[in-house]
């Protein structure tokens, strides 16, 4: 099992910033993708950005420039730098973790964190 805690969200007025952590802990094989989603009231789950163990990163055209994926694969940690955050970035931000538990993948979500941008 593996478990996820995820930190760093609130209210921001736009044209901030907010970083968000997801740690990873328990009893970890390999970790595959580490991916950011988010759920506006009202609309799907979508992805925001995604990562690799290798290191390639893709975000969604929304945030493009804007957010920042990065992971710390010694410490099983993943961070979105959010920058120039608009009201349209309010949501429920979840982290997403694929992992390797020697026989089959599996897949493992955190509890989510709102994060509030103002107009």
């Known amino acids: 099992q593996v478990q996820l805690v995820e930190s760093g969200g609130g209210l921001v007025q736009a044209g901030g910033s907010l970083r968000l952590s997801c740690a990873a802990s328990?009893?970890?094989?390999?970790?595959?993708?580490m991916n950011w989603y988010r759920q506006a009231p009202g609309k799907q789950r979508e992805l925001v950005a995604a990562?690799?163990?290798?290191?390639?990163?893709s975000y969604a055209d929304s945030v493009k420039g804007r957010f920042t994926i990065s992971r710390d694969n010694a410490k099983n940690t993943m961070y979105l730098q959010m920058n120039s955050l608009k009201p349209e970035d309010t949501a429920v931000y979840y982290c997403?973790?694929?992992?390797?538990?020697?026989?089959?993948?599996?897949?493992?979500w955190g509890q989510g964190t709102q994060v509030t941008v103002s107009s």
């Open positions: 997403y973790v694929g992992h390797w538990g020697g026989t089959t993948w599996s897949h493992y």
């Open positions: 328990g009893s970890i094989v390999r970790i595959g993708a």
């Open positions: 990562s690799t163990s290798t290191g390639s990163t």
